[in-house]
Structures are given as C-alpha cells and as structure tokens.
C-alpha cells in the first residue's frame, strides 16, 4: 500500500505537488469512485486507479548491477564517448527503461560494480552522504604498499580540498590492496593513494552498501536485481 500521490508521481504523471492538485480537482478516480484524499492508500495490485478516464499502471522500477568495463563514462548520453547505457544496450538489454541512470560515477577507466536504476529513493539512499554507504575498490598501484599506509588511511587522509573520513586498507600482495571509503568524491581512491606516494594502475569497484559484484559476471554484462516489498519495506535481492 502507498500513498495515492505518491503513487501518481512514481507512474510519471506529475510532480507530488501537481498530483495532490489533480486529486482535488476530481480527475483522479480509484476503483471508480473520485478520490478526494491525495494521502489515502492505494494497492496497485488490488484498486485501479485512473487519471481522466485512463488507467494508471504501478511503477515497476528497474535495477541492474553492471560489471563496467573501462573505456566507458557513467553517464546517460555524451556526444563523444561510449556510455554505459551503450554498454547494456550492446549486452542485450532492450528496450533501456526511460529514466534509467547510474547510480554514482566510476571514472571512465573504472572496471567493476555500477548500479543502475530509474528508482530515484533508491538512488537517493545509496548516494547520501549522511547513509555512510560503504564502497569497496581492489586496486594496482605503482610502487610497494606498506603496512603504515594502514594507520594512515585509517587516520583520513588530509588532501587539498578535504579530509577523507576514515577509510580500511586490507592489502592484498606488494601491490594490491581493497580499500574500503564511505564517501565518494571525485577521482577519490586515485587521490587517497596518490597523497601517499602511490599511482593508481587499475581500480575495480567490488561492492557498494549490500552489493557484492558476482565472481562470474564477466565485464560488460549485467545482471538484473529483483526487488522484494511488503507493506513495511523494500529490499532489493
Ligand atoms: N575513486 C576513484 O578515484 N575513481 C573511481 O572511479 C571511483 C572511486
């Protein structure tokens, strides 16, 4: 069950400030009957709700969890260069939901996990800084890592604009380590590594908050995340 406005504006028929006018100007009917309360709850698998005379279909949002290749930018559309909608397209998906978007940037050399979705809330609570989502990266680097590195990532690391909020580096071999950050400014973990004497070789994203990008999931394939609702909460799996 959701509110009736909020319903309306999911389905792409106003903003919720417009919707709550189309209510209280009689053009919205709910199993028939006009609905006088923007607030009240509407089942959409249960009630049929119209907007002048036509019906008015659930919202289905989208999720997929893409293993991004390098050579791609995250974004929707640029005049130049290959997307990552171009990515799913070439992978097979057909038709690209309107309104799907990225959640979040890899750098165009970034391989590994990028959500996409055209769920906005969705979008809104894996990005806010106030959630502290955590996102793990393996990363290559130029020069031999070090165990003190550990205390220093863990410290923040002071760059020229900001401090970085505490971050946990396990390292892996010589040159490898997993970093784990809560936040997500621009070229973030390349700068991290960069103000302690490291270039960044090769960056892989390998999970966000509760996503864990699959082993066998080639680069360049997706695969699509179901969401799993009650009245009480959605989850996606
Ligand atoms: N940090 C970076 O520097 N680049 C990315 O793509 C993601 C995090």
Redesign the pocket.
Known sequence: MERLDKYLSNAGIGTRKEVKDFVRSGLVTVDQDIAKDPGMKVDGKKNEVSFKGVPVLPFSPTYILLNKPAGCVSATEDPRERTVLDVLSEAGLDPIPKGLFPVG???K??TGLLLLTDDGEFAHELLSPKKHVD?V?QVTVDTPLSEKEKIIFNKGIVLSDFTCQPAKLDILSEYEAKVT?RE?K??????MFLATGHT?TS?K?LGMGDFTLPDDLPEGKFVRLKMESNDHEKKII
């Open positions: 940037r890899l750098d050399d970034t996102k990266y950050i997500g621009y070229h973030q973990v390349k700068r960044v960056l994203r």
